[in-house]
Protein backbone atom coordinates (compact mmCIF):
# COMPACT_ATOMS: atom_id res chain seq x y z
CA UNK A 1 0.00 0.00 0.00
CA UNK A 2 1.16 3.28 -1.02
CA UNK A 3 2.03 6.19 1.82
CA UNK A 4 -0.20 8.25 -0.17
CA UNK A 5 -3.37 5.79 0.43
CA UNK A 6 -2.21 4.52 4.42
CA UNK A 7 -2.33 7.99 4.79
CA UNK A 8 -5.84 8.60 3.64
CA UNK A 9 -6.84 5.32 4.99
CA UNK A 10 -5.63 6.47 8.42
CA UNK A 11 -7.86 9.91 8.11
CA UNK A 12 -10.92 8.00 7.39
CA UNK A 13 -10.73 5.78 10.27
CA UNK A 14 -9.85 8.63 12.57
CA UNK A 15 -12.99 10.52 10.94
CA UNK A 16 -15.52 7.50 11.61
CA UNK A 17 -13.91 6.86 15.22
CA UNK A 18 -14.76 10.68 16.32
CA UNK A 19 -18.02 10.27 14.24
CA UNK A 20 -19.37 6.99 16.78
CA UNK A 21 -17.49 8.84 19.35
CA UNK A 22 -19.70 12.32 18.54
CA UNK A 23 -22.69 9.98 17.86
CA UNK A 24 -22.42 8.24 21.77
CA UNK A 25 -22.25 10.93 23.26
CA UNK A 26 -25.31 12.67 21.65
CA UNK A 27 -28.42 12.37 22.29
CA UNK A 28 -30.94 10.44 19.93
CA UNK A 29 -32.90 12.95 17.93
CA UNK A 30 -36.54 13.61 18.99
CA UNK A 31 -38.77 10.95 18.13
CA UNK A 32 -42.87 10.45 19.15
CA UNK A 33 -43.01 9.56 22.57
CA UNK A 34 -45.88 7.16 23.57
CA UNK A 35 -49.00 8.76 25.45
CA UNK A 36 -48.37 9.86 28.47
CA UNK A 37 -50.75 8.63 31.24
CA UNK A 38 -49.74 9.64 34.33
CA UNK A 39 -47.01 12.39 36.49
CA UNK A 40 -43.78 12.36 38.31
CA UNK A 41 -42.78 15.06 40.75
CA UNK A 42 -39.04 15.58 42.30
CA UNK A 43 -38.42 17.67 45.02
CA UNK A 44 -37.00 18.28 48.68
CA UNK A 45 -39.25 18.03 51.66
CA UNK A 46 -37.59 21.05 53.94
CA UNK A 47 -34.22 21.64 55.79
CA UNK A 48 -32.97 19.26 57.25
CA UNK A 49 -30.18 16.86 55.93
CA UNK A 50 -32.55 13.93 55.81
CA UNK A 51 -34.99 16.52 54.09
CA UNK A 52 -32.48 18.17 51.89
CA UNK A 53 -32.58 15.26 49.45
CA UNK A 54 -34.46 13.81 46.56
CA UNK A 55 -37.91 12.39 46.84
CA UNK A 56 -40.76 11.59 44.10
CA UNK A 57 -44.27 11.58 44.27
CA UNK A 58 -46.56 10.34 41.78
CA UNK A 59 -50.47 11.57 40.17
CA UNK A 60 -52.99 10.26 38.06
CA UNK A 61 -54.41 13.86 37.49
CA UNK A 62 -51.67 16.25 37.98
CA UNK A 63 -53.99 17.64 41.18
CA UNK A 64 -53.46 14.93 43.60
CA UNK A 65 -50.24 13.16 44.58
CA UNK A 66 -49.16 10.01 46.45
CA UNK A 67 -45.42 10.09 47.94
CA UNK A 68 -43.58 7.45 46.32
CA UNK A 69 -41.28 5.30 48.66
CA UNK A 70 -43.76 5.76 51.52
CA UNK A 71 -42.78 9.59 51.78
CA UNK A 72 -39.49 8.06 52.43
CA UNK A 73 -36.13 9.78 50.63
CA UNK A 74 -35.65 8.15 47.16
CA UNK A 75 -31.94 9.76 46.19
CA UNK A 76 -29.43 10.97 49.04
CA UNK A 77 -26.51 12.73 47.71
CA UNK A 78 -22.96 11.65 49.01
CA UNK A 79 -21.13 14.03 47.76
CA UNK A 80 -20.08 17.89 47.95
CA UNK A 81 -22.30 19.41 50.77
CA UNK A 82 -23.98 16.29 51.25
CA UNK A 83 -27.46 17.84 50.27
CA UNK A 84 -29.81 18.78 47.47
CA UNK A 85 -32.69 21.04 46.59
CA UNK A 86 -34.35 21.99 44.15
CA UNK A 87 -34.02 18.91 41.61
CA UNK A 88 -34.75 18.98 37.50
CA UNK A 89 -36.19 16.03 35.84
CA UNK A 90 -35.03 15.86 32.51
CA UNK A 91 -36.11 12.67 29.40
CA UNK A 92 -33.93 12.69 26.60
CA UNK A 93 -35.74 13.02 23.23
CA UNK A 94 -35.65 10.09 22.14
CA UNK A 95 -37.17 8.95 25.44
CA UNK A 96 -33.98 6.60 26.32
CA UNK A 97 -32.25 8.32 29.05
CA UNK A 98 -33.47 10.70 32.34
CA UNK A 99 -31.12 12.92 34.54
CA UNK A 100 -31.84 14.34 38.12
CA UNK A 101 -30.02 17.59 38.17
CA UNK A 102 -29.79 19.32 41.90
CA UNK A 103 -28.47 22.32 43.46
CA UNK A 104 -26.13 20.84 45.69
CA UNK A 105 -26.64 22.85 48.93
CA UNK A 106 -27.72 21.57 52.50
CA UNK A 107 -28.59 24.10 55.30
CA UNK A 108 -27.71 23.76 58.09
CA UNK A 109 -25.20 20.93 57.48
CA UNK A 110 -22.04 22.84 58.34
CA UNK A 111 -23.25 25.53 56.30
CA UNK A 112 -25.56 28.35 56.39
CA UNK A 113 -27.41 30.96 54.56
CA UNK A 114 -24.84 33.79 54.45
CA UNK A 115 -22.10 31.20 53.07
CA UNK A 116 -24.51 29.87 50.86
CA UNK A 117 -24.98 32.92 48.86
CA UNK A 118 -21.55 34.70 49.18
CA UNK A 119 -19.34 31.39 49.00
CA UNK A 120 -21.09 28.12 48.52
CA UNK A 121 -21.23 25.30 45.84
CA UNK A 122 -20.46 25.89 42.59
CA UNK A 123 -21.33 22.69 40.95
CA UNK A 124 -24.35 20.72 40.70
CA UNK A 125 -25.25 17.33 41.99
CA UNK A 126 -26.28 14.86 38.74
CA UNK A 127 -28.04 11.28 38.18
CA UNK A 128 -28.43 9.90 35.12
CA UNK A 129 -30.64 6.35 34.22
CA UNK A 130 -32.17 4.68 31.78
CA UNK A 131 -35.24 3.74 33.05
CA UNK A 132 -36.23 6.07 35.57
CA UNK A 133 -35.93 3.57 38.63
CA UNK A 134 -32.23 2.70 38.96
CA UNK A 135 -30.27 5.74 39.35
CA UNK A 136 -26.12 5.93 38.56
CA UNK A 137 -24.04 7.05 41.22
CA UNK A 138 -24.01 11.10 40.91
CA UNK A 139 -21.38 13.27 39.78
CA UNK A 140 -20.73 16.85 40.34
CA UNK A 141 -21.21 19.33 37.26
CA UNK A 142 -19.53 22.80 37.98
CA UNK A 143 -21.83 25.23 35.97
CA UNK A 144 -20.27 28.51 37.70
CA UNK A 145 -16.86 28.17 38.27
CA UNK A 146 -16.00 29.63 34.66
CA UNK A 147 -18.39 33.09 35.94
CA UNK A 148 -15.93 35.56 36.96
CA UNK A 149 -16.33 35.65 40.92
CA UNK A 150 -19.19 33.20 40.71
CA UNK A 151 -20.25 33.01 43.98
CA UNK A 152 -22.73 29.85 43.99
CA UNK A 153 -25.10 28.08 41.59
CA UNK A 154 -28.61 27.42 42.69
CA UNK A 155 -31.84 26.31 41.22
CA UNK A 156 -31.61 24.07 38.02
CA UNK A 157 -33.30 24.06 34.96
CA UNK A 158 -32.67 22.15 31.60
CA UNK A 159 -34.71 22.34 28.03
CA UNK A 160 -33.91 20.62 24.96
CA UNK A 161 -33.73 23.14 22.51
CA UNK A 162 -34.18 21.64 18.83
CA UNK A 163 -33.37 24.91 17.27
CA UNK A 164 -28.98 23.61 18.82
CA UNK A 165 -29.67 19.68 19.22
CA UNK A 166 -28.45 20.07 22.81
CA UNK A 167 -30.15 21.16 26.27
CA UNK A 168 -30.34 24.54 27.47
CA UNK A 169 -28.96 24.03 31.37
CA UNK A 170 -29.98 27.50 33.47
CA UNK A 171 -29.82 28.28 36.43
CA UNK A 172 -29.11 31.13 39.73
CA UNK A 173 -25.74 32.43 40.34
CA UNK A 174 -24.83 35.12 42.70
CA UNK A 175 -22.39 37.76 41.46
CA UNK A 176 -20.69 41.15 41.07
CA UNK A 177 -21.56 42.74 37.93
CA UNK A 178 -21.86 46.32 37.09
CA UNK A 179 -21.16 47.54 40.84
CA UNK A 180 -24.57 45.37 41.63
CA UNK A 181 -24.13 42.29 43.52
CA UNK A 182 -27.10 40.03 43.06
CA UNK A 183 -28.69 36.71 41.52
CA UNK A 184 -28.77 36.50 37.47
CA UNK A 185 -29.49 33.68 35.90
CA UNK A 186 -26.42 31.82 33.58
CA UNK A 187 -27.39 29.46 30.80
CA UNK A 188 -24.46 27.16 29.09
CA UNK A 189 -25.03 24.34 26.63
CA UNK A 190 -24.42 20.65 27.01
CA UNK A 191 -25.63 17.15 25.64
CA UNK A 192 -24.95 15.05 28.59
CA UNK A 193 -24.42 16.97 32.15
CA UNK A 194 -20.91 16.13 32.18
CA UNK A 195 -19.58 18.69 29.91
CA UNK A 196 -21.00 22.45 29.16
CA UNK A 197 -20.05 24.95 26.99
CA UNK A 198 -19.26 28.44 28.39
CA UNK A 199 -21.97 30.27 30.77
CA UNK A 200 -23.32 33.07 29.16
CA UNK A 201 -25.79 36.07 31.45
CA UNK A 202 -29.58 34.70 30.38
CA UNK A 203 -31.63 36.81 32.50
CA UNK A 204 -30.84 39.90 34.80
CA UNK A 205 -33.81 42.06 36.23
CA UNK A 206 -32.74 46.32 36.73
CA UNK A 207 -31.39 47.67 39.30
CA UNK A 208 -30.79 45.74 43.08
CA UNK A 209 -33.64 43.23 41.52
CA UNK A 210 -32.77 39.60 42.19
CA UNK A 211 -34.38 36.56 40.25
CA UNK A 212 -33.24 33.31 41.48
CA UNK A 213 -36.58 30.94 40.37
CA UNK A 214 -37.46 30.37 36.73
CA UNK A 215 -38.36 27.57 34.58
CA UNK A 216 -39.75 27.29 30.95
CA UNK A 217 -42.84 25.63 29.06
CA UNK A 218 -42.93 25.17 25.74
CA UNK A 219 -46.73 25.29 24.38
CA UNK A 220 -48.61 23.54 21.22
CA UNK A 221 -48.98 25.83 18.25
CA UNK A 222 -52.59 27.22 18.13
CA UNK A 223 -52.62 28.02 22.00
CA UNK A 224 -51.36 31.70 22.57
CA UNK A 225 -48.85 33.87 20.51
CA UNK A 226 -45.33 32.40 22.14
CA UNK A 227 -43.65 28.73 21.68
CA UNK A 228 -42.34 29.24 24.91
CA UNK A 229 -43.47 30.76 28.33
CA UNK A 230 -41.18 31.19 31.32
CA UNK A 231 -42.06 32.09 35.00
CA UNK A 232 -39.56 33.82 37.30
CA UNK A 233 -40.02 34.39 41.02
CA UNK A 234 -38.14 38.39 40.63
CA UNK A 235 -40.36 40.25 43.25
CA UNK A 236 -43.43 39.13 41.11
CA UNK A 237 -44.03 36.05 38.94
CA UNK A 238 -43.20 37.28 36.04
CA UNK A 239 -44.62 35.41 32.86
CA UNK A 240 -42.68 36.50 29.84
CA UNK A 241 -42.75 34.95 26.01
CA UNK A 242 -40.68 33.73 23.27
CA UNK A 243 -40.32 32.17 19.76
CA UNK A 244 -36.98 31.06 20.63
CA UNK A 245 -35.21 29.67 23.61
CA UNK A 246 -32.14 31.45 23.07
CA UNK A 247 -33.89 34.48 21.50
CA UNK A 248 -35.66 37.56 22.42
CA UNK A 249 -37.97 37.13 24.95
CA UNK A 250 -41.26 39.52 25.63
CA UNK A 251 -42.51 40.99 29.04
CA UNK A 252 -46.37 39.29 29.35
CA UNK A 253 -47.36 40.61 33.20
CA UNK A 254 -47.40 38.68 36.33
CA UNK A 255 -50.10 37.37 38.79
CA UNK A 256 -50.34 39.52 41.03
CA UNK A 257 -53.80 40.11 39.84
CA UNK A 258 -54.89 37.24 41.92
CA UNK A 259 -52.64 37.92 44.37
CA UNK A 260 -49.83 35.84 44.31
CA UNK A 261 -46.17 38.04 44.10
CA UNK A 262 -42.88 37.20 44.76
CA UNK A 263 -43.17 37.61 48.03
CA UNK A 264 -45.57 34.70 48.77
CA UNK A 265 -44.63 32.32 46.43
CA UNK A 266 -41.56 31.02 44.47
CA UNK A 267 -40.29 27.84 42.76
CA UNK A 268 -42.43 27.88 39.77
CA UNK A 269 -42.82 24.52 38.32
CA UNK A 270 -45.04 23.83 35.43
CA UNK A 271 -47.51 20.57 34.36
CA UNK A 272 -49.10 20.51 31.11
CA UNK A 273 -52.40 17.96 31.20
CA UNK A 274 -52.08 15.38 29.85
CA UNK A 275 -55.70 14.92 27.86
CA UNK A 276 -56.18 18.65 27.28
CA UNK A 277 -54.57 21.92 26.86
CA UNK A 278 -54.62 23.14 30.35
CA UNK A 279 -51.74 23.76 32.51
CA UNK A 280 -51.38 24.00 36.05
CA UNK A 281 -48.46 26.34 37.51
CA UNK A 282 -47.81 25.08 40.72
CA UNK A 283 -45.94 27.53 43.68
CA UNK A 284 -44.21 26.90 46.74
CA UNK A 285 -46.08 29.10 49.22
CA UNK A 286 -42.65 29.43 51.23
CA UNK A 287 -43.89 32.72 53.25
CA UNK A 288 -46.69 31.14 55.03
CA UNK A 289 -44.76 27.56 55.02
CA UNK A 290 -47.99 25.67 53.83
CA UNK A 291 -46.32 24.04 50.10
CA UNK A 292 -47.06 24.17 46.64
CA UNK A 293 -50.50 25.83 45.51
CA UNK A 294 -51.42 24.64 42.00
CA UNK A 295 -52.79 28.16 39.73
CA UNK A 296 -54.34 26.35 36.37
CA UNK A 297 -54.69 28.26 32.68
CA UNK A 298 -55.64 27.27 29.45
CA UNK A 299 -52.83 29.65 27.89
CA UNK A 300 -50.00 30.05 30.00
CA UNK A 301 -49.30 33.29 28.00
CA UNK A 302 -52.38 35.12 29.12
CA UNK A 303 -51.44 36.42 32.92
CA UNK A 304 -55.33 37.31 33.46
CA UNK A 305 -56.67 33.90 32.69
CA UNK A 306 -55.09 32.32 35.51
CA UNK A 307 -56.84 31.13 38.23
CA UNK A 308 -57.11 29.49 41.74
CA UNK A 309 -57.81 26.09 42.46
CA UNK A 310 -61.10 25.15 43.74
CA UNK A 311 -61.25 24.19 47.64
CA UNK A 312 -60.20 20.53 47.93
CA UNK A 313 -59.55 19.67 44.14
CA UNK A 314 -55.94 18.99 45.00
CA UNK A 315 -53.60 17.19 47.61
CA UNK A 316 -50.04 16.80 47.61
CA UNK A 317 -49.64 14.50 49.87
CA UNK A 318 -48.25 13.25 53.22
CA UNK A 319 -44.77 15.38 52.89
CA UNK A 320 -44.12 18.74 52.19
CA UNK A 321 -43.08 19.33 48.65
CA UNK A 322 -40.43 21.84 48.20
CA UNK A 323 -39.18 23.41 44.94
CA UNK A 324 -38.36 20.59 42.28
CA UNK A 325 -39.77 19.73 38.70
CA UNK A 326 -42.49 17.41 37.06
CA UNK A 327 -42.37 15.13 34.12
CA UNK A 328 -45.49 13.43 32.20
CA UNK A 329 -44.87 9.67 31.87
CA UNK A 330 -45.37 7.21 29.55
CA UNK A 331 -47.29 4.31 30.56
CA UNK A 332 -44.43 2.34 30.11
CA UNK A 333 -42.65 4.72 32.87
CA UNK A 334 -45.37 4.81 35.06
CA UNK A 335 -45.44 1.08 35.54
CA UNK A 336 -41.53 0.98 36.28
CA UNK A 337 -42.55 3.37 38.75
CA UNK A 338 -45.23 2.03 40.78
CA UNK A 339 -43.63 -1.10 40.30
CA UNK A 340 -40.42 -0.08 42.28
CA UNK A 341 -42.26 1.95 44.59
CA UNK A 342 -45.10 0.02 45.84
CA UNK A 343 -47.42 1.68 48.20
CA UNK A 344 -47.22 0.27 51.49
CA UNK A 345 -50.72 -0.30 53.73
CA UNK A 346 -51.69 1.54 56.66
CA UNK A 347 -51.70 -0.37 60.05
CA UNK A 348 -52.11 -0.34 62.89
CA UNK A 349 -50.45 -1.92 66.27
CA UNK A 350 -52.44 -2.99 68.86
CA UNK A 351 -51.26 -4.05 72.52
CA UNK A 352 -52.18 -7.95 73.36
CA UNK A 353 -52.67 -7.52 77.11
CA UNK A 354 -54.02 -4.24 76.57
CA UNK A 355 -56.01 -4.38 74.09
CA UNK A 356 -57.54 -1.15 73.80
CA UNK A 357 -54.32 0.53 73.29
CA UNK A 358 -52.31 1.14 69.98
CA UNK A 359 -48.75 2.08 69.59
CA UNK A 360 -48.83 5.83 68.84
CA UNK A 361 -46.14 8.55 68.28
CA UNK A 362 -46.10 11.83 70.82
CA UNK A 363 -43.76 14.52 70.87
CA UNK A 364 -41.46 12.17 68.84
CA UNK A 365 -41.80 9.66 71.62
CA UNK A 366 -43.22 6.49 71.53
CA UNK A 367 -45.65 4.38 74.18
CA UNK A 368 -49.03 2.65 73.73
CA UNK A 369 -52.64 5.03 73.90
CA UNK A 370 -56.54 4.08 73.95
CA UNK A 371 -58.12 6.65 71.72
CA UNK A 372 -55.31 8.07 69.84
CA UNK A 373 -55.91 11.52 68.50
CA UNK A 374 -55.17 12.68 65.92
CA UNK A 375 -55.23 9.37 64.22
CA UNK A 376 -52.68 9.36 62.30
CA UNK A 377 -49.74 9.24 65.17
CA UNK A 378 -51.04 5.74 65.63
CA UNK A 379 -51.01 4.81 62.18
CA UNK A 380 -47.55 2.71 60.24
CA UNK A 381 -46.79 1.52 57.15
CA UNK A 382 -44.23 -2.10 57.51
CA UNK A 383 -41.67 -1.71 55.12
CA UNK A 384 -38.90 -3.47 54.25
CA UNK A 385 -35.95 -2.89 56.99
CA UNK A 386 -33.43 -0.82 56.44
CA UNK A 387 -30.67 -2.88 57.03
CA UNK A 388 -31.41 -5.96 55.85
CA UNK A 389 -33.94 -8.51 53.78
CA UNK A 390 -36.87 -10.16 55.39
CA UNK A 391 -36.98 -7.87 58.00
CA UNK A 392 -39.03 -4.47 58.42
CA UNK A 393 -38.78 -1.20 59.84
CA UNK A 394 -42.31 1.05 61.28
CA UNK A 395 -42.23 4.07 59.35
CA UNK A 396 -44.39 6.63 60.48
CA UNK A 397 -47.48 7.85 58.20
CA UNK A 398 -48.13 11.50 58.94
CA UNK A 399 -44.08 11.77 59.03
CA UNK A 400 -42.64 10.25 56.04
CA UNK A 401 -39.02 9.19 56.34
CA UNK A 402 -39.48 8.97 60.25
CA UNK A 403 -39.07 5.41 62.00
CA UNK A 404 -39.33 4.09 65.06
CA UNK A 405 -35.69 3.10 66.44
CA UNK A 406 -34.60 2.40 69.72
CA UNK A 407 -32.10 4.66 71.54
CA UNK A 408 -30.39 3.52 74.61
CA UNK A 409 -33.23 0.99 74.57
CA UNK A 410 -35.90 3.60 74.43
CA UNK A 411 -37.81 4.44 71.86
CA UNK A 412 -38.21 7.50 69.39
CA UNK A 413 -39.75 8.61 66.21
CA UNK A 414 -36.60 9.92 64.20
CA UNK A 415 -35.94 10.76 60.01
CA UNK A 416 -33.80 8.08 58.62
CA UNK A 417 -30.13 9.98 58.91
CA UNK A 418 -29.14 7.06 56.55
CA UNK A 419 -26.45 5.71 58.81
CA UNK A 420 -25.95 2.34 59.23
CA UNK A 421 -26.54 2.68 62.94
CA UNK A 422 -30.10 4.32 62.33
CA UNK A 423 -30.71 1.37 59.86
CA UNK A 424 -30.14 -1.25 62.24
CA UNK A 425 -31.52 0.40 65.35
CA UNK A 426 -34.93 0.63 62.83
CA UNK A 427 -34.78 -2.85 61.49
CA UNK A 428 -37.06 -5.56 63.41
CA UNK A 429 -37.60 -9.40 62.39
CA UNK A 430 -41.26 -9.63 62.34
CA UNK A 431 -41.63 -13.00 64.25
CA UNK A 432 -44.71 -15.25 66.33
CA UNK A 433 -46.30 -13.39 68.77
CA UNK A 434 -44.32 -14.61 71.84
CA UNK A 435 -47.52 -14.63 74.34
CA UNK A 436 -50.14 -15.71 71.26
CA UNK A 437 -48.14 -17.07 68.19
CA UNK A 438 -51.70 -15.67 66.40
CA UNK A 439 -50.15 -12.24 67.32
CA UNK A 440 -46.66 -10.96 66.25
CA UNK A 441 -43.72 -9.51 68.44
CA UNK A 442 -40.73 -7.45 67.01
CA UNK A 443 -37.21 -8.93 67.71
CA UNK A 444 -34.23 -6.34 67.47
CA UNK A 445 -31.91 -7.31 64.43
CA UNK A 446 -29.10 -4.79 66.41
CA UNK A 447 -29.80 -6.98 70.10
CA UNK A 448 -31.50 -9.81 68.65
CA UNK A 449 -32.14 -11.11 72.41
CA UNK A 450 -34.12 -8.36 73.00
CA UNK A 451 -37.83 -7.32 71.57
CA UNK A 452 -40.29 -4.42 71.51
CA UNK A 453 -41.86 -4.01 74.46
CA UNK A 454 -44.55 -1.58 76.66
CA UNK A 455 -43.38 -0.88 80.18
CA UNK A 456 -45.89 1.94 81.91
CA UNK A 457 -47.09 2.62 78.42
CA UNK A 458 -43.84 3.55 76.97
CA UNK A 459 -42.14 1.61 74.30
CA UNK A 460 -39.12 0.05 75.79
CA UNK A 461 -36.30 -2.82 73.72
CA UNK A 462 -35.97 -5.13 76.74
CA UNK A 463 -34.81 -9.12 77.14
CA UNK A 464 -38.17 -11.22 77.26
CA UNK A 465 -37.74 -13.79 80.58
CA UNK A 466 -41.00 -13.84 82.01
CA UNK A 467 -44.83 -14.06 81.32
CA UNK A 468 -45.60 -10.71 82.09
CA UNK A 469 -42.66 -9.33 79.78
CA UNK A 470 -44.11 -12.03 77.08
CA UNK A 471 -47.19 -10.21 77.08
CA UNK A 472 -46.09 -6.63 76.86
CA UNK A 473 -43.80 -7.59 74.06
CA UNK A 474 -47.12 -9.48 71.68
CA UNK A 475 -48.77 -7.08 68.86
CA UNK A 476 -51.41 -7.37 66.50
CA UNK A 477 -50.65 -5.32 62.90
CA UNK A 478 -54.44 -4.45 61.83
CA UNK A 479 -55.99 -2.17 59.72
Not at 210 to 234: C, F, H, L, M, W
Request: aromatic share 12%.
Amino acid sequence: MSRALSRLCAVAVAACLLFTTWSAATPKEASALDPTVGYLMAHFTGESSTDQQIYLAHSADGLRWTDLNNGGLVLRSPIGTRGVRDPVLVRSPGGDRYWIIATDLCIGCGQDWSTAINNGSRNFVVWESTDLVTWSAPWLLNVAGAIQDGRNAWAPEAIWNPATGDYVLYWATNVPLNGVTKHRIYYARTTNFRSITTPQLYISRPGNQEIIDTQIVEVPAGVGAYRYVRASRDGQITLEGSNSILGTWTTLGNLSGIGLTGAQVEGPMWLKFNTRNEWVLYLDQYASGRGYLPVLTTDPSSPGGFRLPASGSYSLGGTKKRHGSILNLTAAEQSRVLARWPATAVNRIQSYNLQDRYVRHANYDARVDANVSPAQDGQWRLVPGLAGSGTVSIQSVNYPGYYLRHYGFDFRLEANDGTTTFASDATFRQVAGLANSSWTSFQSYSHPDRYIRHYNYLLRLDPVTDAQSRADATFRVTS
